[in-house]
């Protein structure tokens, strides 16, 4: 990326109305700040106007999060999952399978530096929710003290939000994190605390 005019990039802090051009790999919405900064807002969709706060920022580009929608896109829709681990949910899946089409063929022809190929469609998935077998969760606790499981919050290594009902994994697996959960309460354990470094560890796969 060509180098930006300092006076044009925004701090760390800064608040911005910015107006969210396309996605990002990984699902960041991609920004202009001044007509030419690249900002990756996370939360952020392509045709959405947000007001975002800048986190970390260098030289070619910063990243931010979304405070606020003011002007949400036609595409926006209303997520189901109330945790983390879904940031694609307020895309359309047939929005989101021409997305992620746009990405490979980006990747092969920017990168791969390839030229005159085929793109075949994405096959859909056959569920699009309740497919994961395989979770990734953590142990907290609440406001309370009291240990719950569940994900990261977005962007934090500490803060756990506790999930009752995670909409990627089955019922089965629902269950079983539930009835881990629970014994860990009845035998009294404690979260990790990585800063005071005490607790006895449960974090893992689940």
Known sequence: MPETPTASRP?????????????????????????GYVV?????????????????RKRA???????????????RIR??????GAPWQVLPYERQLEVKAEQ???????????DGFAMEAIVPAVEQWRYRNKLEYSFGTDDSGVLVCGFHAPGSWEDIVAVE??????????????????WCREQGLEAYDRRAQRGRPASGSR
């Open 104 to 114: 490979v063929e980006d990747a092969l022809r920017r990168i791969g530096k390839l």
């Open 40 to 56: 990756f807002v996370r939360g952020g969709l392509p045709g959405d106007l947000v007001r975002a706060r800048i986190g970390k």
């Open 11 to 35: 701090q760390r802090g800064d608040v911005l109305d910015l107006r969210i051009e396309s996605l990002a790999y990984g699902g960041n919405g991609v920004a202009r700040h001044d007509g």
């Open 165 to 182: 009902d995670c909409l990627l994994a089955s019922e089965a697996g629902n269950e079983a994190r539930r009835q881990v959960l629970a």
């Open 79 to 84: 997520p189901l999952a109330d945790h983390p």
């Open 61 to 75: 580009y910063a990243e931010a999060r979304v405070l606020e929608v003011l002007e949400p896109s036609a595409d």
